[in-house]
């Protein structure tokens, strides 16, 4: 049995939170430069480059990225043969997130109550999700998630004769309805299969994929490709100003279903698409 102490993963949660929000991960800033090369709009390739200008201040001045600094998305791989000592996994994380928040100067957005509105002072409590595996391993990813983004995210539940077309007409809908609102270029991540809640959570897990690592089943990373060429002839571009690249990559997460269902959920980030993991 191996033993961690909560402070270890409240240190690291901090951590993470900041980085996450300053540093931009290699993966999407390689893209980012590759589609900027690519790009034959004049428009679209300058608001590229001001885009990487952007992550090259906010990585220099040690500051946000973007001022929308998002919900902390947490994903924790925990083996079952790790115990926790000194207090609550929960409680450490969302302490993490509060310290975090507050020593990196990023912007507070949660609200209580989603109808009540009032804010909570420090971007707690976080989005905790758990995987428990075998052995003694924790890994702990941050995924700071901003709403222009969220907001445009959809979930259908399709009928199984939809098939492959129907999950890929839904997807080129719901970016088309999303039009310039989600900051473009984007990342997107489809979820398939489970029930009505896993397929949102297999397309919000989707996004902390990194980019440059395609489905490991070949016939999905044929499917993120074929979807990633048809969404960039949409034309929206950079920022919905036109050109063609509208979004960075395509990550699809499946998982096996009920025989009379077909959930499709869409989750949508921005090109600020920010995660960072941590072994300990």
Same mark, same amino acid.
Request: one cysteine or more.
């Given at each position: ?17 900041? =980085? #996450?929000?300053?540093? +931009? ?8 430069? %590759?589609?900027?090369?690519? @790009? $034959? ?111 445009? =995210? #959809?979930?259908?539940? +399709? ?8 999950? %890929?007409?839904?997807?080129? @809908? $719901? ?106």
């Amino acid at each position: 049995m191996r033993e961690i102490k909560v402070e270890i993963i409240t240190d690291a949660v901090k951590d993470l939170c900041i =980085s #996450a929000n300053y540093f +931009l991960p290699k993966d999407i800033e390689e893209a980012i430069k %590759k589609a900027s090369s690519e @790009e $034959t709009y004049e428009l679209g390739a300058d608001i590229l480059q001001k885009i990487l200008q952007n992550v090259q201040i906010a990585r220099d001045e040690s500051m946000p990225i973007c001022q929308d600094t998002g919900m902390a998305c947490i994903f924790v791989e925990i083996g079952q043969d790790v115990h926790i000592i000194g207090g609550s996994l929960k409680d450490a994380i969302n302490q993490g997130v509060r310290e975090g928040y507050q020593e990196g100067y990023l912007r507070k957005s949660v609200v209580a109550d989603p109808l009540n509105r009032i804010n909570t002072g420090d971007n707690t409590p976080a989005l905790i999700y758990y995987d428990i595996l075998p052995g003694d391993a924790f890994k702990v990813t941050v995924a700071p998630k901003g709403f222009g983004s969220e907001n445009m =995210s #959809a979930l259908k539940m +399709l009928k199984p004769s939809d098939g492959i077309e129907g999950v %890929k007409s839904f997807v080129l @809908e $719901t970016i088309k309805q999303a039009g310039p609102n989600p900051c473009p270029p984007i990342v997107v991540g489809v979820g398939i299969g489970g029930t009505f809640d896993k397929a949102a959570y297999l397309a919000k897990l989707a996004l902390v994929r990194d980019i440059d690592k395609p489905n490991i089943n070949s016939f999905y990373s044929k499917f993120e490709k074929e979807l990633l060429e048809e969404i960039n002839k949409l034309g929206i571009g950079p920022q919905g100003f036109g050109g063609k690249t509208t979004a960075l990559a395509v990550n699809i997460e499946v998982f096996p279903t009920h025989i009379a269902g077909l959930p499709v959920a869409v989750n949508i980030n921005c090109h600020v698409t920010r995660h960072m993991s941590r072994n300990l």
